[in-house]
T-cell receptor, first 111, second 116 residues
């Protein structure tokens, strides 16, 4: 069965520090993977996606993620956190026509 | 493009009343999804349509929930009768499915439903 696991429901980082949000997946077929961000009182917004090809994927707002098949991971990173990055982040896996979402990680930015 | 449009943005109703949520997907997208988000259960897929046809409604909680997509530019999610436990944020999302793979889903701003 295909699934997505996000490690840590809450992550806190200082402004200017590295952001690392962890995501592991389980899939019997080559996966399509996504990261979404949800700001307060808004819908989910696509940050980036991996389909095929280059394993390092760059997204909006300076975020990037690396697909590592050997580790079944798709962690999200940003070199320097900004206060505006405070939000909830969802890792997701495509299955047929549907997307399976992880439970989300709330990112807190400390001044 | 205006993105996915949902209405109303907020709905407060009393238990037993009928509630209708509306969604206009992005023009040209061929799939539409309805989700429900709560603190307790997270993001749940209720139903999705492809080319206006319901493909999977296994996430619909019970018979009180129904969804329609009469054309490519409009969908409704109806709850009748509504109950307090239906209180949640309901999201509509659309996407374009092509042979090459998914492009990702684009979400509307959501409808916050409160059933008293």
């Amino acid at each position: 069965a295909q699934s997505v696991t996000q490690l840590g429901s809450h992550v806190s980082v200082s402004e200017g520090a590295l952001v690392l949000l962890r995501c592991n997946y389980s899939s019997s077929v080559p996966p399509y993977l996504f990261w979404y961000v949800q700001y307060p009182n808004q819908g989910l917004q696509l940050l980036l996606k991996y389909t095929t090809g280059a394993t390092l994927v760059k997204g909006i707002n300076g975020f990037e993620a690396e697909f590592k098949k050997s580790e079944t991971s798709f962690h999200l990173t940003k070199p320097s956190a900004h206060m505006s990055d405070a939000a909830e982040y969802f890792c997701a896996l495509n299955r047929d026509d549907k997307i399976i979402f992880g439970k989300g990680t709330r990112l807190h930015i400390l001044p | 493009d205006a993105g996915v449009i949902q209405s109303p943005r907020h709905e407060v109703t009393e238990m037993g009343q009928e509630v209708t949520l509306r969604c206009k997907p992005i023009s040209g997208h061929n799939s539409l999804f309805w989700y429900r988000q709560t603190m307790m259960r997270g993001l749940e897929l209720l139903i999705y349509f492809n080319n206006n046809v319901p493909i999977d409604d296994s996430g619909m909680p019970e018979d009180r929930f129904s969804a329609k997509m009469p054309n490519a530019s409009f969908s409704t999610l109806k709850i009748q009768p509504s109950e307090p436990r239906d209180s949640a944020v309901y999201f509509c999302a659309s996407s374009l499915l092509v042979v090459q793979g998914p492009w990702g889903q684009f979400f509307g701003p959501g409808t916050r439903l409160t059933v008293l």
